[in-house]
C-alpha cells in the first residue's frame, strides 16, 4: 500500500489494515499459534478470531500487541509494518513495545472434573493468574 492510498488515520480502514498484517502473519505460523496466543491473552479461541479479521471492527488493545507479537514470532519488518497501521488506526493508543521480553512456554498438568465446563473454569483460572502474575513481574 503507498502512501497516496493509505486509509484515514483513525478510519476503520485503517484498522483492517493492521488486522489483515496480523491475518497474514498468523496464516504463515504452524496449527496451533491461534490457540497458543488465546491462551496467553486469556481469551477463548473467538476472540482471536475477531481480532485477526479485517471485515470485524473490533480493535486489538495496546496490552496485548507484545504478546501478539512474541507469540506470532513477528520479524522485525512485520513488527515495523504492523505498528505503522496501528499507529494510524489509533494515534492516541500507541502501544509500548519492549524488544527484551521474551515468553516462553510452559506446560502443566490440570486434573481433569470429567465435566467440560469445570475444566473450563479451572484452565481460565490457571490462565487468568498467570496473566496477573505477569502483570505483577512487569509493573516491578
Known amino acids: 500500500m503507498d502512501e497516496t492510498s493509505r486509509p484515514e488515520d483513525g ?11 496480523l ?15 488465546a491462551g496467553a491473552l486469556g481469551k477463548n479461541r473467538s ?19 507484545e504478546t501478539v507479537f ?12 504492523f505498528l505503522a497501521a496501528y499507529t494510524r488506526a489509533h494515534p492516541r493508543r500507541v502501544p509500548a513495545v519492549r524488544d527484551e521480553r521474551r515468553l516462553r512456554a510452559h506446560t502443566i498438568y490440570l486434573p481433569d ?3 467440560a465446563k469445570r475444566n473450563r473454569e479451572l484452565d481460565q483460572m490457571v490462565a487468568d493468574f498467570v496473566q496477573r502474575l505477569t502483570r505483577l513481574i512487569d509493573h516491578s
Open 11 to 21: 478510519s476503520e480502514e485503517a484498522v483492517a489494515e493492521y488486522k489483515a498484517i
Open 23 to 37: 491475518k497474514r502473519v498468523m496464516d504463515t505460523r504452524p496449527s496451533g499459534t491461534r490457540q497458543r496466543l
Open 47 to 65: 476472540f482471536i478470531s475477531q481480532i485477526t479479521n479485517p471485515a470485524y471492527a473490533t480493535p486489538i488493545p495496546a496490552r496485548h500487541i
Open 70 to 81: 512474541e507469540i506470532c514470532h513477528f520479524s522485525s519488518a512485520e513488527k515495523a509494518q
Open 113 to 115: 472434573f470429567g465435566e
